[in-house]
């Protein structure tokens, strides 16, 4: 069995949990709902505040699959809960954020505003300009849109300026020697 996947994957009486004939579980909270679509090789159960993965054959790519779905569905329980958030900081000299209506405003140093529009699902606020929180239940998304945010000024190594995630450690460069 799976490591992961034989795991059943708990839930509170604050999230329903539907499975469709078509494989599909979706998982409601008080704001979000998302959909997991499973492969049939995968049985899902619902069994009181569990959610039960089971796999049909012991193929390779199905114990993948079985570990996969497991994950996949606790992050989206999670996700509905709790939700999950992703923290940006803008490091340099006239580096800033704003927000208006579903549109990012970034200043990073070029010759002209970057404006991301926000994805749906996506909550983005920012703090004292610099400090961009990237929260929401779809934890592949928040991931990707706070990727996106700092693959417009990734932080260079030299002077540490750009866009980085605020627990991301940099490795410092020095820079040329005054000649020997």
Known sequence: ????????????SKVAVTISPKNEV????????????VRPVIEVKVDG???????KDDSKETRAL???YRSLVNNAVHGVSQGFTRSLTLQGVGYRASVSGQKLELSLGYSHPIV???????????????TVLVTGADKGLVGQVAAKIRGFRPP???????????DEVLRRKEGKSAGK
Not at 50 to 55: E, S, Y
Not at 116 to 130: A, F, L, N, R, S
């Open 1 to 12: 069995m799976s490591r992961i996947g034989k795991n059943p994957v708990p839930f509170d």
């Open 26 to 37: 979706t998982v409601k909270g008080a704001k979000h709902t998302l959909t997991i679509p």
């Open 49 to 55: 505040g569990k959610i039960v993965f089971t796999r």
């Open 66 to 68: 079985h570990g996969l």
């Open 116 to 130: 991301y529009d926000i994805p749906k699902g996506i909550e983005i606020k920012v703090d004292k300009q610099t």
């Open 156 to 166: 260079e190594p030299y002077l540490g300026k750009g866009v980085r995630y605020t």
